[in-house]
């Protein structure tokens, strides 16, 4: 039986929480066991499971702070939804290989999210502004 967009709506708000209280294990409670994990541009690529998503999220909480996201609109198809966001926040690791010396950072996140019949995410596909963060972070 396919998923509400209610429903939807409620697994990736809540994994959007799980992301702004920088808590790992209840990010991770939100995805299947066997989860794709697709971060585009992660240097160690797309990941399977909940363990293979781990690394990606104990460095971004590191690396990013005081997360914020503003959906700014949803589309949904059977089982899946897109989501344009707005990330912003500060930068006091080194996100994406930048140094963030803890400036101010905003960017835009496009979120391909594929939901299991349990109202789990299965799959995660994230694409990011990268050129925006790049002119935001100035390397000196």
Known sequence: MALTPAEMDAKIDEHFGFEHEDDVEGVLATLTEDAEHD??????????????????????????????????????????????????????????????????????????????????IRRENVWLDLAAIIRQLPQD
């Open 39 to 120: 971060i585009v541009g992660w240097p160690l690529g797309p990941t399977r499971g909940r363990e293979g998503a781990r690394r990606f999220y104990e460095t971004m909480f590191v690396d990013l702070a005081d997360s914020k996201v503003q959906c700014l609109r949803r589309l949904y198809g059977e089982d899946f939804l897109v989501d344009e966001s707005l990330w912003s926040g500060k930068a006091p690791g080194k996100p994406f290989g930048l140094d963030g010396r803890n400036r101010p950072l905003e960017f835009r996140l496009l979120h391909v999210v594929e939901f299991a019949a349990s109202g789990d």
